[in-house]
């Protein structure tokens, strides 16, 4: 699953954010958009855990501000 989060300030807990997700999902991905704007997620993790998990790393945001995108997956990677 992919989730966006709207970034508006500049993200000093970027570090920590990215420790903290791949602490929980190995195989997370963690970046920032281009125009800084949107802190990007893609993992396996729900929601509920993907805020709190940012949030205790330092930037509080609520289940509602992190967006769930809908699946590109078309399944050929993994069978």
């Not at 963690?30 to 993790?45: E, M, N």
């Not at 509920?48 to 050929?76: D, W």
Request: negative net charge; hydrophobic residues 45%; aromatic residues 4%.
């Amino acid at each position: 699953m992919e989730y966006h989060i709207p970034v508006c300030t500049p993200l000093a807990a970027f570090g920590a954010i990215d420790d903290a997700i791949r602490d929980a999902d190995p195989a997370a991905l963690v970046d920032i958009d281009p125009a800084g704007t949107t802190l990007r997620i893609s993992t396996l993790l729900p929601r509920a855990r993907v805020a709190g998990l940012v949030t205790a790393a330092g930037y509080p945001v609520e289940p509602v501000q992190v967006r769930q995108l809908p699946s590109i997956c078309c399944g050929g990677c993994s069978g």
